[in-house]
């Protein structure tokens, strides 16, 4: 993943918890937060290729894969890139979002999964994206107007110190501008609702999904 300055992802001690939350305090979010995108992906029936942006140790990598798919993924942080590969035989290559080196049209679909919380620039990230899909991007994303949102920007430890959160308006704009040429279909749903453990097509859930397809 990228940041806005420096890279916290390149935190020797956060890289070595990453993956420990999930099967921790994070088990709950990520049975959720992949409830959701796995919704979401039907609108994608077709894809057999994606490419995660800001993969960070390739925790959803290796999901989109479980899946099926032909998964590539991409990130800044080379310390992340190197417990990705501890963890799986996926490729991984490290790029920065705003300049993917791949050609256009290349994969089938583009992922961000708590990516764009940390690239500088939004817009021309997902410009990128769009030119090297094919058929859609995939968004996931934690939501500035939630409960869970409002914690995290409280937060004063990495990553969070660097993390700039979207609401589901805001996310919307930035997908539609940079697929207009594209005439994209849009949907999305929230989860993380506290108490209620299915997602919701009501803006103020913690995690927001969003999928783009063209075509």
């Given at each position: 993943?990228?940041?806005?300055?420096?890279?916290?992802?390149?935190?020797?001690?956060?890289?070595?918890?990453?993956?420990?939350?999930?099967?921790?305090?994070?088990?709950?979010?990520?049975?959720?937060?992949?409830?959701?995108?796995?919704?979401?992906?039907?609108?994608?029936?077709?894809?057999?290729?994606?490419?995660?942006?800001?993969?960070?140790?390739?925790?959803?990598?290796?999901?989109?894969?479980?899946?099926?798919?032909?998964?590539?993924?991409?990130?800044?942080?080379?310390?992340?890139?190197?417990?990705?590969?501890?963890?799986?035989?996926?490729?991984?290559?490290?790029?920065?979002?705003?300049?993917?080196?791949?050609?256009?049209?290349?994969?089938?679909?583009?992922?961000?999964?708590?990516?764009?919380?940390?690239?500088?620039?939004?817009?021309?990230?997902?410009?990128?994206?769009?030119?090297?899909?094919?058929?859609?991007?995939?968004?996931?994303?934690?939501?500035?107007?939630?409960?869970?949102?409002?914690?995290?920007?409280?937060?004063?430890?990495?990553?969070?110190?660097?993390?700039?959160?979207?609401?589901?308006?805001?996310?919307?704009?930035?997908?539609?501008?940079?697929?207009?040429?594209?005439?994209?279909r849009i949907s999305w749903r929230t989860t993380l609702w506290p108490g209620w453990r299915k997602s919701l097509a009501l803006p103020w859930g913690g995690f927001i999904g969003i999928s783009v397809t063209w075509g």
């Amino acid at each position: 993943m990228n940041s806005h300055v420096g890279n916290p992802f390149a935190d020797h001690d956060l890289v070595a918890s990453y993956e420990g939350w999930y099967e921790t305090t994070g088990r709950r979010a990520d049975e959720l937060e992949k409830q959701l995108l796995d919704g979401l992906l039907a609108d994608l029936p077709t894809i057999d290729t994606v490419l995660e942006v800001g993969c960070g140790t390739g925790h959803f990598s290796r999901w989109f894969e479980a899946r099926g798919l032909h998964v590539v993924g991409a990130d800044l942080s080379m310390e992340m890139l190197v417990e990705s590969r501890h963890l799986s035989g996926l490729p991984f290559v490290r790029a920065r979002a705003e300049r993917l080196p791949f050609a256009s049209r290349s994969v089938d679909m583009v992922a961000f999964i708590t990516t764009l919380e940390f690239v500088a620039d939004v817009g021309r990230t997902l410009s990128e994206a769009c030119r090297v899909a094919r058929k859609g991007i995939l968004v996931g994303a934690l939501n500035r107007r939630s409960v869970l949102g409002r914690r995290l920007r409280n937060r004063t430890e990495l990553p969070w110190t660097s993390a700039r959160l979207y609401n589901l308006g805001e996310l919307k704009s930035l997908v539609k501008h940079a697929a207009a040429e594209y005439e994209p279909r849009i949907s999305w749903r929230t989860t993380l609702w506290p108490g209620w453990r299915k997602s919701l097509a009501l803006p103020w859930g913690g995690f927001i999904g969003i999928s783009v397809t063209w075509g």
